[in-house]
């Protein structure tokens, strides 16, 4: 019955098929031999061909002869399938499922065990983590719902007209009705072709044979450089080594018996714990490390990746301090035994003892988040420790090679010696990690005890760390699987290879072809909301569907969140201040209007549905905690749900400014009511101009811009720069024309305004501010400026140009900021064509960059400065220069450029340590970059000269240099092995 089950009826209707198909002249042959025997001579039945065919042998079962007879009949038997579902007991032949039988949650309700609750700490409240933790998994198990078996079956199993069998079909089955092979089918081989006579053309055709020598090496289980240092002549009887007595370093290492708690659902973490029995319980792994055994003790409640991770540790045994003939145990609870493994496990942890059971499923990802979490970084500040870092998620990017490091984790102390770290500062930070070791301890701070991880009774203070506490050193190259998973993110870091090639020039920067950049249209100004096209906010056109779209405003509203609460604003709408945040909805409704084919009458619509949108703006100087405020109060606003857009302080969409019609005011929080303020014009549209308040000095004048100067009684005055553009005086007066409307806080105005020229300022100007000190201008501008970020994420420099939010047909004088440059990941590259000069603007690198990058970032400078020179060239103005800028030692004419300017300390100091100072000149600078070819002397400096790579210094000498400084000619060098490469530079100083 149970085979029966398992045929489904597709496949029983296919074996049905196959036998009906096969040759009728045995039955035939069956039947009449019967007659003979029976001496009957009536013709041959259908009853009688189906007992022949399908019961040679005998008669047929009585199952089988009603089967057939109903076929005969037309009618259905009762399938196998349906026999089974109408058992009642068909549900106890069902697997069970997978999550049953593998979640540890499911595992612990089969086993009937109670799992037992720890680390209280870590769920409270109080736990300062910021991580968030999936909930358990919840399996729902709902009810087999009961199955009408005709009505499931009916759809299948109903045969069809072509299907229905009678006794004449049976009878007139034969066997020409099948398609058969009138002959095989031989394949005809290929002539062959004829071998020439001549022998040396024979094997030169031959495939097999190879006409240059090459050395065949046998297979050895020996690493490749093993076996280049066995094939090695030197003389490794005149090395001295020196003796272990003399060694000055601490002596590290781990104790002789080591018990590692293995536990965690994402990342799993290794944890050094007491080695006793009563460290362990049911629902994790461990794994014990002893010098001669290394053994694998599998909880009954384990997760799969604790398993896994645990297992994987008997490949790194020697790390973890056992001998490379360890014996190698493994060990599951369930499986205990008295056999001579498990009496060995628990002799080693000081005999067999009662532990505590399985934690509920949840606490591997509380653990996670908890060890995360405790541990303490300390640097070597002289003969001291200084606190670095602590209570975060430790990363590799504290990881600095060229500094010695102290990571405390309560039972491991982890010595971290840079590859570059100075040799005192790596034995101070041993001498230090030692007394840290031996002075009293105090793990209150912590999420949880590290000496005790699922136990927090035990003391968190203490006089001395247990004698079982783990003191290691570790490196980059050397790191023990135990250091390794403390980082998340590490990952193994493999050493530079020493370069194999001879070629001595400079590997060729990836070129950029300017020409694109120079002829490419940047695209207008469209705001999209709900998928709907806004353009500018009053009106778009699409060029493909030919249809063009209104949008009109019904209503604008503004609350400013002060000190946590949202006040409305009323009076004076659009006047904020650059140290608060504000709220704005925005309500509007659109129209779409177009044009039939070949007639072009206008096909216009009635004004769709009204919509909203919410726009929550931040000050440039707003804390933190305001800017989350505001985003929940635009969540609590938003009945509508429609879409939210934060906006920042200077990058304020076209569609957000016209919301105020060229009112917008943005002031600082901060003035004296006897000065003097000074506002900077921003925008070429007049409905879009903006007033943004900066310094009221001469230092902030810009001759390509509009400024706006209130004195304290109220005047109004207009300052229009030397070659500022139409547009942007346009929308001065526009502005300053509102603001009289309006008003400021506290501030009486005074009717009119008054117009000041550049070079040409009123006493009342004068009064206010002093005269300044003219600009550099070598032409009015005739086009907007355009600014290009380079950068190389995907290996080549490529150049993407960086767009303003309110560009627009007229010509902007000063349509970029200056923290799109210091935002940027550093160190960065621009490309700013300021119509009359081209800049490339170069970062700073905050840490000093390893030998491969920079080597890469001068190549990506090389290709940069050509990419400038040939822009300049394709240039439809006239020639104008091209120049290279540092950060923090930017020329006043570049400073000009921008609106507004503030030196940044950090980039000035980088920079002033390698010695770059001033502008320089980006042809002269690239010539030198370009250099193939360097002399001993200039190698032999420090820091090396521009545009040599670091990693191939021997590259960039001549023959006489290279034989003078290596002892060997080029070919010869780079014939050695790669060990002894770096070794000959070592000793030549070219390393």
């Known amino acids: 019955m149970d085979e029966q089950c398992r045929l489904t009826l597709s496949q029983k209707r296919a074996l049905f098929d196959k036998a009906k198909t096969q040759d009728d002249a045995a039955p035939k042959r069956h039947t009449a031999r019967r007659r003979e025997h029976r001496g009957l001579t009536q013709p041959v039945t259908s009853d009688e061909v189906i007992q022949a065919r399908h019961f040679p042998s005998g008669p047929a079962p009585v199952q089988a002869c009603a089967v057939m007879s109903s076929v005969e009949e037309g009618r259905r038997s009762p399938s196998a399938e349906e026999e089974c579902l109408a058992s009642p007991h068909w549900k106890e032949r069902v697997q069970t499922s997978d999550v049953n039988q593998f979640t540890v949650e499911a595992k612990m309700k089969l086993a009937g065990a109670s799992p037992v609750g720890r680390l209280p700490v870590l769920r409270s409240q109080s736990l300062r983590v910021a991580a968030p933790s999936l909930p358990a998994a919840s399996w729902d198990r709902r009810p087999v719902q009961p199955v009408d078996v005709e009505a499931f079956f009916a759809a299948e199993s109903a045969p069809s007209p072509s299907m229905a069998l009678s006794a004449l079909d049976l009878s007139s089955l034969s066997s020409e009705q099948h398609e058969r092979l009138h002959g095989p089918v031989r394949a005809r081989p290929q002539p062959r072709k004829q071998a020439s006579k001549n022998p040396v053309k024979a094997l030169l055709c031959r495939e097999d044979v190879s006409s240059t ?20 002549k030197e003389d490794f009887a005149s090395v001295a080594l020196r003796p272990v007595s003399e060694s000055t370093s601490p002596r590290l290492g781990t104790p002789d018996v080591l018990l590692l ?5 994402r990342h799993v973490q290794l944890r050094v714990v007491s080695p006793s029995a009563t460290a362990l319980n049911s629902g994790d792994c461990y794994v014990l490390v002893a010098p001669a055994v290394v053994c694998v003790w599998l909880g009954a409640f ?51 003892q009662p532990y505590a059971p399985a934690g509920p499923p949840d606490e ?34 504290l990881l600095d090679e060229e500094r010695a490091l102290v990571l405390d984790f309560g039972a491991e102390l982890y010595v971290w010696a840079g590859k570059r770290a100075d040799k005192d500062e790596r034995r101070r930070a041993c001498l230090l990690a030692e007394g840290l070791l031996a002075a009293p301890f105090d793990f209150t701070a912590f999420a949880l005890n590290p000496l005790s991880p699922l136990d927090d009774t035990r003391p968190r203070t203490g006089e001395r760390r247990p004698s079982w506490t783990l003191l290691s050193k570790q490196s980059s190259s050397m790191a023990s699987p135990l250091f390794r998973s403390k980082m998340p993110d590490w990952t193994d870091a493999r050493s530079p290879t020493a370069p194999t090639s001879k070629d001595v020039a400079p590997a060729p920067p990836a070129h950029i072809d300017a020409l694109p950049l120079v002829h490419a249209t940047p695209p207008p100004v469209n705001l999209v909301l709900e998928g709907a096209a806004l353009g500018r906010g009053d009106r778009w056109s699409d060029p493909v569907e030919r ?46 209007e177009g044009h039939r084919l070949g007639t072009g009458a206008s096909t216009g619509s009635s004004w769709g549905r009204d919509r909203c949108a919410f726009f929550f703006w931040l000050g440039s100087t707003c804390p933190v905690a305001e800017q989350g405020l505001s985003a929940l109060l635009t969540v609590q606003l938003d009945s509508e749900r429609g879409p939210q857009l934060r906006v920042r302080q200077g990058y304020e969409p076209a569609a957000f ?46 001759s390509r811009g509009c400024f706006v100067l209130v004195s304290p009684a109220g005047r109004v005055l207009l300052w229009q720069g030397r070659i500022a553009p139409e547009a942007n005086v346009r929308v ?55 600014l290009f970020a380079l950068s190389a994420l995907a290996g080549a420099l490529e150049a993407t140009e960086v767009l303003h939010d309110t560009r627009s047909q007229f010509v902007a004088g000063m349509p970029f900021r200056q923290e799109i440059l210091y935002e940027a990941a550093q160190p960065a590259l621009f490309l700013l064509d300021a119509v009359d000069a081209v800049f490339v603007w170069q970062g700073w690198s905050p840490t000093p960059l390893e030998p491969a990058a920079s080597a890469r970032f001068h190549s990506h400078r090389r290709s940069a400065l050509t990419l400038a020179l040939d822009y300049a060239r394709l240039l439809d103005d006239k020639p104008c ?54 002399s001993l002397d200039e190698l032999m400096r420090r820091p090396l000269p521009e545009g040599v790579d670091p990693m191939r210094i021997e590259a960039y000498l001549d023959d006489k240099d290279f034989a003078t400084a290596l002892g060997c000619d080029k070919d010869a060098f780079y014939s050695m092995p790669p060990w002894k490469q770096t070794a000959a530079k070592k000793d030549a100083a070219l390393f």
Not at 213 to 232: C, D, H, I, N, Q
Not at 917 to 931: F, I, K, M
Request: net charge negative; with cysteine.
């Open 547 to 592: 249809r063009h779209y209104h949008v009109r405003t019904s209503d604008v509203r503004v609350w400013t969140v002060d000190a946590g609460v949202a006040k409305p604003v009323h009076a004076r709408l659009g006047h904020v201040t650059s140290s608060e945040c504000c709220v704005v909805q925005w309500k509007y409704a659109l129209q779409s």
């Open 657 to 702: 400014l016209r919301l105020f019609a060229g009112g917008m005011l943005i002031q600082r929080a901060t003035t004296s009511a006897s000065s003097a303020r000074l506002f900077w014009v921003r925008g070429e549209v007049a409905e879009e101009g903006c007033l943004e308040e900066v310094d009221a000095l001469s230092a902030s004048l810009r």
């Open 881 to 934: 220069p091209v120049s290279l800028v540092y950060a923090g030692f930017e020329s006043d004419d570049f400073v000009h450029r921008f609106p507004h300017w503030t030196t940044d300390h950090e980039a000035t100091r980088c920079h002033a340590a390698e010695g770059r100072t001033c502008v320089e000149d980006a042809e002269t600078l690239l010539s030198a970059l370009s250099r193939s070819r360097f």
């Open 364 to 397: 591997d990802e509380l653990f996670e988040r908890a060890c995360a979490h405790s541990f303490v970084a300390y640097g070597v500040d002289g003969e001291r420790l200084k606190m670095l870092a602590w209570a975060t998620t430790p990363s590799v990017q």
């Open 302 to 352: 384990a997760n799969v990746l604790e398993q896994a991770t645990a297992r994987d540790l008997l490949l790194n045994k020697r790390k973890l301090g056992a001998r490379a003939d360890a014996q190698e145990v493994m060990l599951k609870e369930e499986a205990e035994s008295d056999s001579d493994e498990w009496t060995l496990f628990w002799n080693l942890l000081g005999g067999k």
């Open 213 to 232: 020598y090459t050395e065949r090496r046998p297979k050895s289980m020996l690493a490749e450089s093993a076996v280049l240092g066995l094939a090695a």
């Open 732 to 786: 001065g007066q526009h502005c300053a024309t509102l603001l009289l409307d309006r008003g400021l806080a506290n501030v009486p105005m005074e009717p009119g305004v008054q117009l000041e020229h550049d070079g040409q300022e009123s006493d009342e100007w004068r009064r206010w501010l002093s005269p300044r000190s003219p600009e550099a201008v070598s032409r009015p501008l005739t086009r907007s400026p355009r």
């Open 261 to 265: 708690l293995v536990k965690g659902r």
